[in-house]
């Protein structure tokens, strides 16, 4: 029942300092109610009149304000930790929470914790990568906490570089399993190493998550210029190290070492695999300072800029992956939320961050805006919504 909250690792050291070195990167570098469909309503019914081959584009849609959410608060949801709470670090303004998604060709089915831990019974499901996966499993947390009887046998447990809540009435781990790179990196443990990453090496990681029933991957926030890649094992003296400036083929690297393991490992007939799209990453010069192109920003944006900060040739790579390895007879799903949170400019922790917990007794730095990661309830809860959509269709 109570939540093992204390023993978790506080990644938030990490997060402050990518958040930080990728603002700083990227000056380098470069930015009432609508119904919603029932249940029994076959989500994706209406796009198939119009359909591509693969059903509706839930990723092409635009924001609604909609009274009816947020589904949670922060109020009602003890698993939101400490990071993403941006009223308890200060926000006032709450419309941010209100904004609804609705893809142009059909509806999203509205969350059902219930339906999601019936379809989770006896399963694991976790996220593996970065920050932003992070800010996605929290989400997930607090769609479904509230929704459980209080008496719900409910523990959040720290296992390695595993954080997981594991539900006991429906023997359910949701799990978020931390490797930046993927790969094996001296940035796997609590503080920041210097982003050396050994890049055929992912077994490592693998053997925590390769009975999953689902796996979400992400990896983009921590490929940097400058990164240093590992051929042998870390500490050993046969070890070489080389500083690269540019990632791009490092990451192309990891990917088909991503790729091998799961075409060798997974189980094709169990084992459902989603990649998620970079979260833009809302940069450029603004009156408050260059990285603080979110601050003070309350309404969604309507128009179709996409944000240049978001790394293009990294996501060009993760989608060919996903080609090579569809010609495998291994599926992976792209998460492709990367232009749909671009829209939103106001949701972003920007300053209501854990750099300023102490409300009040320091004044607020716009330059010191998050504007990568984002506030709960908020965007993150949108991609939860599209992970559910798969997840529940047959
Ligand atoms: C489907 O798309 C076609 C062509 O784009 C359009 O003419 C038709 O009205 C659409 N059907 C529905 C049900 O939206
Ligand atoms: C992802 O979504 C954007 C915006 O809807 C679209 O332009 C892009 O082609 C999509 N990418 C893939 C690989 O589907
Ligand atoms: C969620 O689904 C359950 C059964 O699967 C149903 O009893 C419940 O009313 C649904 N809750 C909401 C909020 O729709
Ligand atoms: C609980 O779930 C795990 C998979 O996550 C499964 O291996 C195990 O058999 C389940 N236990 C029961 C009692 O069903
Ligand atoms: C969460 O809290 C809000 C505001 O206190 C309340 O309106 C809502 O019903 C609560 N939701 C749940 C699922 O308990
Ligand atoms: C809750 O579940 C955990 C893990 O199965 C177990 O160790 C613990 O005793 C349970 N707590 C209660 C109050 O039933
Ligand atoms: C980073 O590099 C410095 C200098 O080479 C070294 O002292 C330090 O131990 C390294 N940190 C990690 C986490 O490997
Ligand atoms: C990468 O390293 C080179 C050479 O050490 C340096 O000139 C360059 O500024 C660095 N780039 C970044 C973005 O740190
Ligand atoms: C997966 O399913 C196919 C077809 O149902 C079957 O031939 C194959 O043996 C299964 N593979 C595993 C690893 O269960
Ligand atoms: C940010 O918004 C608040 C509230 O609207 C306003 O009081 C403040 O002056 C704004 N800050 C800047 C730097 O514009």
Redesign the pocket.
């Given at each position: 029942m109570a939540v093992g909250e204390k023993n978790m690792v506080n990644f938030f050291p990490i997060v402050a300092l990518i958040m930080f070195a990728i603002s700083i990167a990227s000056l380098f570098r470069l930015d009432k109610t609508i119904n919603v469909v029932s249940l029994d309503n076959p989500i994706f019914s209406?796009a198939q009149?119009?359909a591509t081959k693969n059903g509706c584009n839930l990723f092409s849609g635009r924001w609604i304000y909609d009274t009816s959410y947020p589904l949670y608060t922060e109020g009602n949801c003890s698993l939101i930790g400490d990071i993403f709470t941006c009223a308890k670090y200060g926000r006032k303004d709450s419309k941010y929470q209100n904004w609804r998604w609705q893809p142009h060709?059909c509806d999203l089915p509205r969350f059902n914790a219930t339906t999601l831990l019936e379809e989770l019974r006896n399963k694991k499901l976790i996220f593996v990568g970065d920050s932003l996966n992070q800010n996605q499993w929290r989400s997930l947390l607090c769609l479904i906490e509230p929704y459980l009887p209080p008496t719900t046998n409910k523990t959040v447990v720290l296992e390695g570089n595993l954080k997981k809540l594991y539900v006991k009435d429906y023997n359910t781990t949701i799990g978020l399993y931390w490797s930046p790179y993927l790969v094996e990196s001296d940035c796997d443990k609590k503080m920041p190493g210097n982003r050396t990453i050994r890049m055929n090496s992912i077994e490592k990681h693998a053997r925590h998550w390769s009975d999953a029933d689902i796996l979400i991957f992400d990896t983009f926030a921590w490929w940097r210029p400058n990164v240093t890649i590992l051929w042998g094992s870390f500490g050993s003296p046969n070890a070489v190290y080389k500083k690269v400036e540019s990632y791009q083929r490092p990451y192309e690297i990891v990917l088909n070492t991503w790729s091998e393991w799961l075409e060798y490992h997974i189980n094709r007939n169990k084992t459902r695999i989603f990649f998620a799209s970079a979260s833009p990453l809302r940069s450029g010069k603004s009156r408050w300072g260059s990285n603080a192109g979110c601050y003070n920003e309350t309404k969604p944006r309507s128009d179709d800029i996409y944000w240049r900060s978001h790394p293009k040739d990294l996501m060009k790579a993760v989608e060919s992956a996903i080609e090579n390895l569809k010609e495998k007879g291994v599926k992976v799903d792209y998460l492709n939320i990367t232009q749909l949170s671009t829209y939103r400019q106001d949701a972003y922790l920007s300053v209501y961050n854990l750099g300023f917990k102490d409300i009040g007794l320091k004044p607020r730095n716009p330059a010191k805006s998050d504007c990568l990661h984002w506030c709960l309830p908020g965007v993150p809860d949108v991609w939860n919504q599209i992970l559910y959509a798969y997840i529940i269709k047959p």
């Open positions: 209406k009149a119009n060709q």
